[in-house]
């Protein structure tokens, strides 16, 4: 038998024993054997093999090759065992890696912009090499067993943030496991060491009352009501993105954290090490962007529902606010307002002279958004000329169908430069000549009939590649489209979001969610997770999105409490599909007796009784009085990156309960928001952080530092402004 001892030194001894004349063997006089096992030991390491006749054993020394570190124009490089890694400095404090195999670093900008140049301090040594960038250092370590590099992160004052799991002894792990794929790309793990200290927070938007995403997996793709957006901030006092737009799954687990993605070409993160969430927050937005300035009417209140389906009872609504005096900046033309969908125009028996409708709108001070969806129906009249120029989503097998609602469809590419051109060009001339320029872009995950993510081919490769990307670029469509056309104040709604969503004017909205207390309270984590992960613009359907019957005592109340906590999210929108008193109610007819989509009951804030309307339209004034503040909150995200909607670390990240608190939140650094998120519900808790005192918006003044137990009955809300701020509020909800 063959007896191989593996020592922590360059070379290591093989002792085996002699035939029949004296001559050693390895194992047996078998051949194949001899390969197999040589196999073996040169795929662990190469090697020099030395036989010695008179000690009659084997003794191996380690190649000496071409491994090891290298420093090339301020960049860190280290090379072994067929694998290149790029460790680069990306704005302050921030570094990036990337790590192929047997090839070249691929130059990918798929969320992360171009920055100014930093000059990085680095060093390099025999096993070891340094980068540092301001407050974040990488240490690698040469692995002499492997050949591989190991890389561990510190902040400035060296503490340990984050580190690769490494080979893990006998284990042979690969922090960076590239899985081969048939075809030349591969599955990719990469795998960090757990820290049970540590909380993290990010990561989008996902349908759970879950804050603190520690111990938590989640899949790296998007769904309706799911935004995947991997970046985490982490109260060690780091930031993470991984920049791979790949299907995937993220798991931070006790014992390790891991990044998968199912199929890429190479490695991609960045990292940033700050003092406080603030900070960090700041460098990711100059990483990947920030939201333009948000314009004057996305400060007050938007009116839609499941649909007004033609021009004359959209005008009505309008009107009626304006005969109550209701405030109002927006109101929303919803879905299949158009022919076919990819038509991207009016339907004429239904809204006969849009730009009338408009001109109307804009004199009442109403600006109108319309519903645009990426399918492309194959009766529309543009399938042809998509199909033709290769402007569509292609399914990799089977029927080439994305989606069967409201007809047979397939999603425009809005990876293709050309496709999304294309797009624009259209929407121009039958929305945008007409004094169009907010839009609605619905069904932006895309909206699968069937999530096969692995089943769908875009321009820029395969769905499980890069698809996560998605819909970054559909809204990158309309902004550029705007951009061109001289605007620069843009914000288009969108049902999903990737890293750099952001700088595309995308305010998200947390898709078709259903009209109960626990979805509720799954709202505000998702707001607030969004907000860490870069999206500051961010809202919800106030009263869920399906369901809900207006004459319903039960529902009037869980209306009645999302509507106040959505006068402090980011923007403030009523929407809903809502149960009419028929189902023949729901029915649309042409003129013909064909039959055209659906619509749904009645939910405008007079729809639901007299003594709900005289809560709501409390809410919209008040609002309306938030204007000022309101408009300099998105001042800051606009030049920093600030979410609107804080976590209570955000502002207090020297509290440690702070970083616990997740049913009440800030919004911006003066306001205090503690919604009543459970049915019958009439008081709460509310925790008052400390160095500050607290007025109630409804009544008394009280010192921080403390819990206390709030009065919320129907028609209040608990929200405290800080150290005295915004007195003028006081009493007027």
């Known amino acids: 038998m063959l007896i191989i001892s593996l020592l922590p030194s360059k070379k290591f001894s093989i002792a085996h024993p002699r035939n029949s004349n004296g001559i050693p063997h390895l194992c047996s006089p078998k051949k194949d054997n001899i390969v197999i096992i040589f196999s073996i030991i040169i795929r662990v390491s190469p090697v020099i093999v030395e036989y010695n006749d008179v000690e009659m ?23 072994g065992a067929g694998e290149t890694i790029v460790i680069e400095p990306w704005g302050a404090n921030s570094l990036r890696a990337r790590a192929i195999l047997m090839g070249d670093i691929l130059d990918t900008s798929y969320a992360l912009l171009p920055q100014a140049a930093s000059e990085a301090v680095i060093t390099v040594e025999d096993k070891t090499a340094t980068i540092q960038n301001g407050k974040i250092k990488a240490v690698v370590t040469l692995n002499t067993w492997t050949k591989l590099c190991e890389i561990s992160y510190y902040n400035h004052e060296n503490k340990l943030l984050l580190r690769e799991l490494g080979s893990e002894g006998a284990l042979h792990l690969r922090s960076r496991h590239f899985k081969p794929i048939l075809g030349g790309d591969y599955r990719l793990t990469a795998t960090f060491a757990g820290n049970n ?12 009352d879950i804050l603190n995403v520690k111990n938590s997996t989640f899949e790296l793709a998007h769904r309706n009501s799911q935004a995947s957006i991997p970046f985490v901030l982490s109260s060690s006092g780091y930031g993470f993105l991984w920049h791979n737009p ?16 199912e199929s890429t070409k190479q490695l991609d993160y960045w990292i940033t090490a700050g003092d406080t969430p603030a900070e960090i927050a700041e460098a990711y937005a100059n990483a990947t962007g920030k939201v333009p300035m948000m314009p004057e009417y996305g400060l007050g209140f938007w009116q839609c529902k499941l649909r ?5 009872q959209l005008l009505e609504v309008a009107r009626e606010h304006k005969r ?29 002279d849009p730009k009338a409708m408009v001109d109307e709108l804009k004199e009442l001070g109403i600006e109108l958004m319309v519903s645009v969806w990426p399918q492309i129906d194959y009766k529309s009249e543009n399938f042809g000329e998509m199909f033709e120029k290769g402007f569509l989503v292609k399914s990799e097998l089977g029927v080439n169908i994305s989606m069967r609602f409201g007809g047979e469809s397939v999603f425009y590419d809005a990876t293709n430069p050309e496709a999304r051109k294309y797009v624009w060009d259209k929407c121009k001339k039958n929305y945008y000549e007409h004094g169009i320029k907010v839009f609605w872009l619905d069904e932006a995950e895309p909206e699968y009939g069937v999530y096969d993510f692995d089943n769908y081919r875009y321009h820029m490769g395969p769905n499980v590649q890069i698809g996560n990307v998605y819909p970054q670029l559909f809204s990158r469509t309309f902004y550029d489209g705007l951009k061109a056309e001289g605007h ?16 595309y004017g995308a305010l998200v909205w947390s898709g078709d969610i259903h009209s109960d207390y626990q979805t509720f309270r799954r709202q505000i984590c998702a707001g607030l997770n969004m907000g860490i992960a870069g999206i500051p613009w961010w809202t919800t359907d106030i009263g869920g999105f399906g369901g809900g019957n207006p004459d319903d005592e039960n529902f009037r109340k869980l209306l009645v409490r999302w509507f106040q906590w959505g006068t402090f999210c980011p923007v403030m929108r009523l929407h809903g599909d809502r149960n009419p008193s028929t189902l023949e109610g729901r029915k649309v007819f042409r003129k013909d007796e064909s039959e055209s989509l659906f619509t749904g009951g009645d939910n405008e804030v007079w729809s639901y009784g007299e003594d709900v309307y005289e809560i709501l339209a409390k809410y919209i004034h008040f609002r309306e009085a938030m204007r000022p503040y309101t408009r300099e909150l998105m001042r800051e995200a606009h030049e920093t990156g600030a979410p609107v909607m804080r976590t209570m670390f955000y502002e207090f990240p020297d509290e440690e309960i702070c970083w616990e608190l997740k049913e009440q939140y800030m919004f911006g650094p003066d306001v205090l928001v503690a919604p009543i998120v459970y049915e019958n519900t009439y008081e709460r808790e509310v925790y008052l952080p400390q160095g500050a005192s607290w007025t109630n918006v409804h009544s008394n003044v009280y010192e921080g530092g403390q819990n206390i137990l709030v009065n919320a009955p129907l028609e209040n809300i608990p929200v405290f402004l800080r150290n005295g701020s915004h007195s003028e509020w006081v009493g007027t909800i």
């Open 57 to 79: 054993n084997f003794t191996m020394h380690l190649e000496d090759n071409k491994m090891g570190f290298q420093q090339t124009n301020n960049k860190l490089i280290c090379i």
């Open 197 to 208: 200290t540590e909380k993290l927070f990010g990561m989008g938007q996902y349908q759970q």
């Open 246 to 261: 790949a299907i995937g799954r993220a798991t931070f687990g006790q014992n390790r954290t891991e990044w998968v993605a």
């Open 308 to 312: 007004y389906w033609n021009q004359e």
């Open 324 to 352: 109550r005096n209701l405030p109002i900046d927006v109101i929303v033309c919803d879905f299949f307002h158009w022919p076919y969908m990819g038509d991207f125009r009016f339907e004429e028996e239904f809204f006969p």
């Open 488 to 503: 620069d104040d843009v914000v288009n709604l969108v049902r999903c979001a990737w890293a750099g969503s952001q700088r």
